[in-house]
């Protein structure tokens, strides 16, 4: 997504020709990240949230509210491997230090309460061993998806007399998760960043 690895992924497979910019890029948490992933998103000048600022809701809104001010158009990726483990059974990799699904919940809402969301999507709820809490990872997955669409659905009808985006500024790319993928995240990115025409001119 920066332009600093996977060139070939980025402009042949996704046709994400122009990079995202670093201060375009908030990221929170990312704990389970390498160190060489860290230097690159700290190179290209991403905002990262660390996992104890996440975990205080009044930090991450602050941090969410000082991004929101800087692009027209928002796009909320979230990875359910951010919960504790207790919450996702299912999903085959188990990442220590997991966050309650209450405040993962107050942070999507804390984002959608910008007014500037324009796509929101949710990752890992592939379950990969649905003999083990399928249905508990359903349900709390369900949670999430359910209570990001109701904060959406309130702020769309707030804002439904204002025209989103189109104020001369980038748009912005929110990741919540434990670490960075570029496959699951650039993809769907794509139509996203792409082009701020279509953004400009569709309402999700």
Known sequence: ??????EYWRKDICGLKKPIEG?????????????????TM?????????HDQFACCN????????????VDAIYLSVDVDILNKKYIPAYEKEVENGHDIETVMQNIHAVMNTGKVNAFSM?????DHYE???????????????SGLEAWKIQRYKNQ?????????APGLIIMGTFINPSRHICPAHFFVHSREHICNRVF
């Not at 201060?23 to 230097?39: F, K, P, V």
């Not at 700290?42 to 660390?50: L, M, Y």
């Not at 930090?59 to 800087?70: E, G, L, M, Y």
């Open 123 to 127: 990752f890992c709820l592939d379950f």
């Open 161 to 169: 007399n204002i025209q989103p985006g189109c104020l001369g500024k």
């Open 59 to 70: 930090i991450w809104q602050k941090k969410v509210n000082d991004f929101a001010k800087d």
């Open 1 to 6: 997504m920066l332009g600093q690895t996977y």
């Open 23 to 39: 201060a375009h890029l908030l990221i929170g948490d990312t704990r389970a990240n390498e160190g060489e992933m860290d230097h």
């Open 132 to 146: 083990h809490g399928g249905k508990e990872t359903y349900r709390n997955g369900m949670k999430l998806i359910s």
């Open 42 to 50: 700290e190179k290209a000048g991403v905002i990262h949230v660390s």
